[in-house]
Structure formats: structure tokens, C-alpha cells
């Protein structure tokens, strides 16, 4: 009796360590396989930032292939230039003269301001700027190049830049600021002293355009 007993316990007992055996085998298989899933996800977001980033490296690498050149007397031209800027992703090249214009100088009424001399004898306007060259302009493919109209042309530190540069291979978008002069013929008369370059017809901006209508502009171009 007591043997018949003893094999009853015993038999309860093994059958309850399979059954243990058999609950915490299968809850380690599900808690694996969650990790596993977890892990592939993490693997698989990653992939997508890496992508992610790729891209964008490609794209600020594209942005540098525009430039966008200005001299501003009053500071209209140079807001301009900002908002083509940072709607294209070009980089800005301010023209400065070694010799900075005053407000003396840009009186236009005054016959003996500065501009107004210049504007007389041709033989002044060539002015010397702090630099007319920019670094990487091998790499630019296209060229905004923004001034003031003055007396029908651009203004003459423009000039310089455009006389010391070659603009083979690149596309070339003159615009210009004024309060009631149009672009005339002042891109025009660039391409001829460029001799080189893609020029095209360009843009005249009054001096309260907004932002919002030169980005428009910009994007219409492409």
C-alpha cells in the first residue's frame, strides 16, 4: 500500500516539473521573439534616418551650385538678395567697395555727389571693391547678380565683379531694386561687358516688394 502511495506522489510530482518546464520555456520563446521584432525595428528606423540624412546631404551639396552676387546702396537690393538666397539655398557675395558709398554720395539731386559725378565722367565709375572673386566659382551654375538702377543702368560697382569673372557654362539672372525705374537694357549691357555666360532677362523689384512675391519669382524659374 504504501508503495502504490509513494509512486502516486511521485508521478504528481514529475508531471507538475514537466508542466513548470513546459510554461517558462514557452514564455522565454515569446519574450525572445518580442525582442527580436523590437530589434528589427530599431535596425530598420535607423536604415530610414541614414536615409534620411543621405538625402539631405545631397541636397545641400546641390544648394551650393547657386550664387547670389549684390551691391545694395540703400539696403532694398541686399533684402532682396536674402530671400533668392534662402529660397534657393544659394550662397550670398556682398560687392563692397573699397570706398563705401554715403548718404552724401547717393544724392542724386546734388550735381556734386559722388554718384552724380561718376554719372557724368565715365572714367569714375571704376570702382575698386574689397573683393570680385569668390572661392568655389568653378563649381557655380547659376549666378543672380542684383543692383540698383542708376540713371537706366546698373550700378556701376557691378561692374568690377563682372569685368574680373568668367561666366562660361553658367546661367545668369540679373534683377534689380528701384523706386520707379524698370530693368531697362542694365542686364543687357552686362552680358556685353561679361562676353560670356547665359544671361537672362531678369527681374525689377520695386523698393516695398515683399518677400513673399520674391520667393514666388524665384521658384517661377524653375
Request: aromatic share 10%; proline share 2%; hydrophobic share 35%.
Amino acid at each position: 500500500m504504501k508503495t502504490k502511495l509513494w509512486k502516486k506522489m511521485l508521478s504528481v510530482l514529475v508531471a507538475g516539473t514537466t508542466l513548470f518546464c513546459l510554461t517558462a520555456c514557452g514564455s522565454g520563446t515569446e519574450s525572445d521573439s518580442a525582442a527580436s521584432d523590437q530589434t528589427e525595428e530599431n535596425t530598420d528606423a535607423q536604415g530610414t534616418t541614414e536615409v534620411a540624412a543621405d538625402a539631405g546631404q545631397e541636397q545641400s551639396a546641390g544648394d551650393g551650385n547657386v550664387l547670389v552676387v549684390y551691391f545694395s546702396a540703400t539696403g532694398n537690393t541686399e533684402r532682396v538678395a536674402e530671400v533668392i538666397a534662402d529660397t534657393t539655398g544659394g550662397e550670398l557675395f556682398e560687392l563692397e567697395p573699397v570706398d563705401p558709398y554715403t548718404d552724401e554720395d547717393l544724392n542724386y539731386n546734388d550735381d556734386n555727389s559722388r554718384v552724380s559725378q561718376e554719372y557724368a565722367d565715365e572714367g569714375l565709375r571704376n570702382v575698386e571693391l574689397v573683393a570680385d572673386t569668390v572661392d568655389g566659382w568653378q563649381d557655380v551654375e547659376r549666378v543672380y547678380i542684383g543692383y540698383p538702377i542708376w540713371w537706366g543702368n546698373a550700378a556701376w560697382p557691378v561692374n568690377a565683379f563682372v569685368e574680373a569673372n568668367d561666366f562660361t557654362g553658367k546661367t545668369v539672372i540679373p534683377f534689380c531694386t528701384s523706386a520707379s525705374s524698370g530693368l531697362g537694357n542694365s542686364g543687357k549691357r552686362l552680358a556685353e561687358l561679361a562676353g560670356t555666360g547665359d544671361w537672362q532677362e531678369g527681374m525689377r523689384f520695386r523698393s516695398s516688394v515683399s518677400d513673399e512675391d520674391v520667393a514666388a519669382w524665384v521658384e517661377s524659374l524653375e
